[in-house]
Structure formats: C-alpha cells, structure tokens
C-alpha cells in the first residue's frame, strides 16, 4: 500500500509564475490536508478537503492559493502570481478519517 | 488561536541514553494528541498518538506522557539510537476539528 504521493519533489518558479503542487492520497482515504512549512518551523494547516470539497480552507491566503480535490485524479494545490515568501516546503496529508494524518514527503517550492 | 509550544528547541543524548521531549500546549479543550517525527527532506511521520481520557500510552520504545493538569505532553525514548535524530513535533487537536496544531518542533540529535 503506497503512502502519500506528492510531486514534483522539488519546484522552481520565477516570480509572477504559477506553481502546481500534486498530491495522491494513500488507498482508501477520502481526506486530504495540505500543511506549508517555513524553515525551522512547524507545520501550518493550510486547508482540508474531501472529494470534490472543500471543508475548510481557513488557513490558506485567499488570495493566489486556490486547492482542489476532484472525483478522479490527485489533490492540486495551486498558487498563481508565486511571489519569494511563497517558498516553503508544502505537504500533503491524507486520512481515513480526521484526526490520524499520514504525510508525503512534501514539495519544496523556490521561488526565484 | 490556540498554540502548541516546546520547551526546547535543542536536544542532545548520548546513544543508548533514554530521551524526553516536552510539549506545552495552551487549549485545554484538545482532546487528541499526536507526536511526529521528521527527518531530513522527509514528512512528518507519525510515531504514537493519544486521547485525553489517558494520561499514558506504550509503543515500541517510545512512551507518551499527558498531564491534563498542567497542559503538559512528553515523549519519552528508550534506548535512543542514531536512528532516533530527527526534529519531532507534538500536534494537538479536538475531537472532530479540521486540522492539526503543530507546535515548533525540538530537534534531538544523538551523539554515538
């Protein structure tokens, strides 16, 4: 049983680009969580979603950020118009229920 | 909002040694507690997790402590290996809530 998937590892984008961040849940699980992560620093949530929901996303900017997790396919979060303070190590989580999270192995964005 | 925080940032044992990390968290309403491991380049990885109607749960070598009291969680390691260096974080959370506070994280690092 794979574990949380996330590509790509390691993402470069010059300012003013768009940045894609993908995310395939473990087998079976229908919750899905992206945390960003500053150097040094815990995990903050950034939004919850289940299958073509979004439950709660009051943790991400409501500007650029926009995240989805369609029927078919991985979970996406997507951040336009990327500006330098958005370079952090972004993971995805999923569960088979709340509470228990099983992470990937993250994103690291650079923004140039 | 409600923070989880550690009491040290840094910690180093000699290999063998037993290890605790403390972890203060500030919403007395958490009601489910969970400590992660993270190494280098890699996610979160969950270790052992508890619920508040507990004050102590066992895992393989690693044991959690919670004082409802005083707000108070640890992680106590038996024996800590090399293996063991990592950052580890204390998460809390409530019953049915969205999301996971992580506090900041104490890097330990074992000494062979």
């Known amino acids: 049983n794979a574990g949380v998937m996330q590509n790509p590892r390691h993402l470069v984008r010059r300012r003013g680009q768009e940045a894609r961040l993908r995310c395939s849940p473990m087998?079976?699980?229908?919750?899905v969580y992206w945390y960003r992560q500053l150097p040094e620093e815990g995990l903050k949530f950034m939004v919850y979603l289940q299958k073509e929901n979004i439950i709660d996303e009051s943790g991400m900017p409501k500007e650029r950020f926009s995240a989805e997790f369609p029927k078919e396919g991985p979970s996406i979060l997507r951040i336009q118009q990327v500006v330098r303070g958005d370079s952090a190590a972004y993971f995805c989580?999923?569960?088979?229920?709340?509470?228990?999270?099983?992470f990937g192995s993250g994103t690291q964005l650079s923004v140039l | 909002g409600e923070s989880v925080g550690l009491h040290l940032p840094t910690l180093s044992v000699q290999e063998g040694d037993n290890s605790i990390i403390n972890c203060a968290y500030s919403?007395?309403?958490?009601?489910?507690f969970i400590w992660y491991k993270q190494e280098s380049g890699k996610g979160p990885q969950f270790i052992i997790d508890?619920?508040?109607?507990?004050d102590k749960r066992q895992g393989q070598r690693v044991t959690v402590l919670l004082n409802k009291t005083v707000k108070h969680l640890s992680l106590q390691i038996a024996a800590t290996q090399p293996g063991d260096s990592a950052v580890y974080f204390c998460a809390e959370t409530l019953t049915g809530a969205n999301n996971l506070f992580f506090g900041t994280g104490t890097r330990l690092t074992v000494i062979p």
């Open positions: 989580a999923s569960s088979p229920r709340k509470e228990k999270l099983f």
């Open positions: 919403n007395s309403a958490s009601d489910y």
């Open positions: 087998k079976g699980h229908s919750h």
């Open positions: 508890i619920r508040s109607n507990m």
